[in-house]
């Protein structure tokens, strides 16, 4: 009878023994976090590069954007393919203006592929979904009259 007491007393000093040292090495991490982690400061952390390779947004203006089809090592309905994949991502799970950006991208690349009609249909879609960007409303009025009065895609 006692070896079970004594034995309970052995297991009830270890699991104290661990708790409070447990307790006593999570303490020491959290200041010891605390006192190095390096700082913020804005004078001394050098700004972000410019990356040579950015392209500017198709909503900022699409004639930059040349390089979506060209270039890119892709065929075009590679290109398409992942084009049409960001844009429903874009239009289930991001904000309004991702998705208005990756609709501009597909239907310049739809224009790029030789597909205008497909190109219309998209930028008229995207008008009707966000009629309330007057910038964004801008820029697709002028890819369609820049489409329409084309007609081919100038690849």
Same mark, same amino acid.
């Given at each position: ?43 001394? =952390?050098?700004?972000?590069? &410019?990356?040579? *390779?950015?392209?500017? #947004?198709?909503?900022? +203006?699409?004639? %930059? =954007?040349?390089?979506?089809? &060209?270039?890119? *090592?892709?065929?075009? #309905?590679?290109?398409? +393919?992942?084009? %049409? ?11 309004? #203006? ?58």
């Amino acid at each position: 009878m006692e070896d079970k007491i004594q034995s309970k007393k052995k297991k009830k000093t270890i699991v104290a023994v661990v708790t409070v040292v447990s307790i006593v090495v999570v303490i020491f991490l959290f200041l010891f976090s605390l006192f190095h982690l390096p700082e913020r400061n804005p004078d001394v =952390t050098p700004p972000l590069s &410019e990356d040579p *390779g950015f392209v500017e #947004s198709p909503v900022a +203006g699409f004639e %930059e =954007t040349n390089d979506i089809m &060209e270039g890119s *090592g892709q065929e075009d #309905s590679e290109m398409l +393919g992942q084009l %049409e994949m960001e844009y429903e991502n874009a239009t289930l799970n991001g904000p309004a #203006s991702e998705a208005e950006e990756a609709g501009m991208r597909l239907a310049l690349a739809y224009w790029k592929a030789n597909q205008p009609q497909q190109a219309l249909d998209l930028l008229n879609s995207l008008l009707q979904q966000y009629p309330l960007d007057e910038p964004f409303v801008a820029k697709c009025k002028d890819m369609i009259a820049t489409i329409q009065g084309k007609g081919d895609c100038g690849k």
